[in-house]
């Protein structure tokens, strides 16, 4: 990569980055393999006065976690389980269990803060400033160190900068999609995108370099 564009692209992520997060959603990894435990906490520094609501979407539904840990789908006009009570300050677990196999999935987990006992999403009983996200990665990969130890940044930057740009952020030729292996898979097999010449990666490069796609981290030496 050139130096220049380089030092602007640091510059952008690094100012992206919040010094100091008054409250989050944390998980331990967030590219999993299968048999591996995923477990995500809610961190916050402050007692939080209101409820804490954490949502997802699984095939087009919006389910909220209930107070344990279940998920609930949202029906407009009901009140809308909370997963926890105005929690004093601290870390809380908010969902943990253990990926299936033969399963990829990217998820994006919803944080927000709200009046208890409302139709959460109906107007002025959420506040959006509160609203936090956090996506993380499930492969379909057997229990093993394989893809965690291939680096997919470096994969990405050999193989894919050259058509689709050092920073996939941008989709250049739908690179987003590729945050899904069997999207890549296919994409390679398909004359138009004149990628055939990659027929030679392994699945394991392809799931790494998926999970960068996901969440691209640039060396900023
Ligand atoms: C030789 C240039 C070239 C290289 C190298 C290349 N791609 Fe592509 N890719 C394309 C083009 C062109 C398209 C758009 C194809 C189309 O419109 O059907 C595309 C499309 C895609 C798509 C979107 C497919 C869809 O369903 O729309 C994905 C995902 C993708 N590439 C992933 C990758 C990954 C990951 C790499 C590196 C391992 C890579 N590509 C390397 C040219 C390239």
Not at 52 to 65: H, S
Not at 75 to 93: F, M, N, V
Not at 126 to 148: E, H, I, N, Q
Request: glycine fraction near 8%; aromatic fraction near 8%.
């Amino acid at each position: 990569m050139q130096t220049r564009i380089k030092a602007a692209l640091c510059a952008t992520l690094l100012s992206a980055i919040p010094l100091a997060a008054a409250d989050s959603l944390v998980a331990d990894s967030t590219v999993l393999l299968a048999g591996e435990t995923f477990q995500m906490n809610y961190l916050t520094e402050t007692p939080a006065s209101q409820n804490i609501y954490v949502a997802t979407v699984v095939d087009g539904n919006l389910l909220f976690l209930d107070e344990n840990g279940g998920l609930v789908p949202y029906t407009a006009g009901q009140p809308t389980p909370a997963r926890l009570k105005a929690p004093a300050a601290g870390s809380y677990k908010v969902i943990s269990f253990t990926m299936p196999e033969g399963f990829y999935r990217n998820f994006t987990f919803y944080k927000a803060t709200g009046k208890p006992g409302s139709d959460l999403l109906a107007a002025g009983n959420y506040d959006a400033a509160s609203l936090r996200t956090l996506s993380v990665s499930f492969t379909a990969k057997p229990g093993t160190a394989g893809a965690a130890a291939v680096n997919g940044g470096a994969l990405y930057a050999a193989h894919c900068s050259s058509c689709h740009n050092e920073d996939p952020t941008g989709n250049l030729g739908n690179i987003l999609k590729g945050t899904d292996p069997l999207a890549t898979t296919a994409a390679i097999k398909n004359p138009a995108g004149k990628m055939g010449h990659l027929a030679a990666l392994t699945s394991d490069e392809i799931t790494a370099i998926a999970a960068w796609i996901s969440h691209p981290r640039f060396d900023c030496h």
